[in-house]
């Protein structure tokens, strides 16, 4: 039981990476997962070429689990091209987590990339836009 | 008193273990578990008579039709209806209530017409009366709470607290078609007094609904004594297997109200343009209905009937005195609804709470639910279907451990010191 709530999660979850706004961001994106009340916002900042992340916060209300998994996120997209946040996949967020979570729980953990994804999205006006379930298999 | 050791030899599910300890399930306010007795009734039914009702004329269609009006009058005496034909086989309380809204509903209220709910209300006892009050132009009304959770009934609305009954009957006086209100709140444990509230609702001329998906699993519920209009519940919380549900509510309402399905077995005789309803209940059953399960539910009826719903009431009352005395002991406890010893019955056996300090989450209820869960512990965590009673209390999400028959003092004990635990893995003294 007490590698469930490891401790790498309890230290992201207690001081949390990249927490905060940021004053001007190029993508802000925030979403709630109705279930639960956990509401997660993204802010990132471009670099000049408008396609690396130069800087990313994170903010809102949640468990551990969504809190840690925004955390690691927010280490994990910081230098990285938006074509290379469109292609992370849950597997990618689940490794960082090490965790092995039910469908309810899965929720939690992949609230954060879904802001991420729609956000990134949403500023490139990508017709293939992620449909609401992007990050959860289909099967 | 009853005797919980035994009646859990009776549930096969609870030999069960998780993440290696043994199971202690304490969200019965979500589902409960089944007796064997219940399970057998299944089995029996699709190995031994297995056959469409109400058509068929050979021994298997003769036997099942039997038990499923047998069913049917099993259930009505356990409420102490005055007939089967008050009887309605629905899924669950959702769509009871949804049946009302829809047939009920579309043929009496209309534009301007109030119908009042109650803050504490589930969401399939808000929903429903959004959808027709968005048809038809009618009006929403809501009953405050008082800061124990209870609903403010008598007393006249107070500045910045909810509104009362009373004060919405009388300004509201007769546009007001309906009253619905849950008869427990699934997140308080407030046992609303439905009895009194009718007898107001009636005076001002309205119906009233009770949402009995609470009350009729864990209290004697008594629809004469009541005298309420309407009456909704579901099997699943009641020792019964999901899937089946029932309206009860008074013939002549039924009698009134136009069919809320089309289709086999709700008519009488079928022309290509228009059709001849079927007496009651059968006119709001169209299509095969839900045999198995209408033979389920009457076995868990027969349990619950053998212990006693008084005895079933007085063993949770004990065992929520005992949890909400546990839980005090645990620093940074919150716990929402009204006391114990609340008047008249108590407070039911649903005790939600937070760990929370200075109106900050000191653990999310979700991180809670699965830190209990490792320890063996079936506790719901989130808003339960009432995002607006939750939010009343100006919190995300609410922890919420519910008893049913079958639990014991020694399995509170378990759940507070599991809360003790989480509090250490979150590292609070």
Known sequence: ?139 | MLNAQSIRADFPILQRQVHGKPLVYLDNAATSQKPEAVIQALTDYYRRYNANIHRGVHTLAEEATAAYEDARRKVGRFINARSPREVVFVRNTTEAINLVAASWGRANVHQGDVIILSEMEHHSNLVPWQLLAQATGAQLEFIGLDDQGRLLVGHPALPGSGQSLDHLLAAHGERVKLVSLSGMSNVLGTINPVADIARQVHEAGALLLVDGAQSVPHLPVDVRAIDADFLAFSGHKMLGPTGIGVLWARPAILEAMPPYMGGGDMIKSVGLLSSEWNELPHKFEAGTPNVADAIGLAAAVDYLTGLGMNQVHAHEHELTAYALDRLAAVPDLQIYGPPAADRPLGRGGVVSFNLIKDGELLIHPHDLASILDHEGIAIRAGHHCAQPLVEHYCVPAMARASFYVYNLEQEVDTLVEALLKARRIFGLK
């Open chain 1, 1 to 139: 039981m007490d590698d469930f709530y490891r401790e790498e999660i309890l230290e992201h979850y207690t001081h949390p990476h990249h927490y905060g706004t940021l004053a001007h961001p190029d993508i802000s994106h925030e979403e709630q997962n109705p279930l639960c009340g956990d509401q997660v916002r993204f802010d990132i900042q471009l670099d000049d070429d408008q396609q690396t992340v130069q800087d990313v916060r994170f903010s809102g209300v949640g468990c551990a689990i969504s809190k840690a998994s925004a955390s690691m996120l927010s280490d994990l997209i910081v230098g990285k091209k938006l074509d290379e946040i469109k292609a992370l996949t849950k597997d990618d967020v689940m490794d960082e987590l090490g965790l092995d979570l039910g469908p309810v729980r899965l929720k939690c953990a992949l609230l954060p990339l879904k802001v991420v994804k729609a956000g990134v999205y949403g500023l490139s006006g990508d017709p293939d836009q992620p449909s609401d379930d992007d990050t959860q298999d289909e099967w």
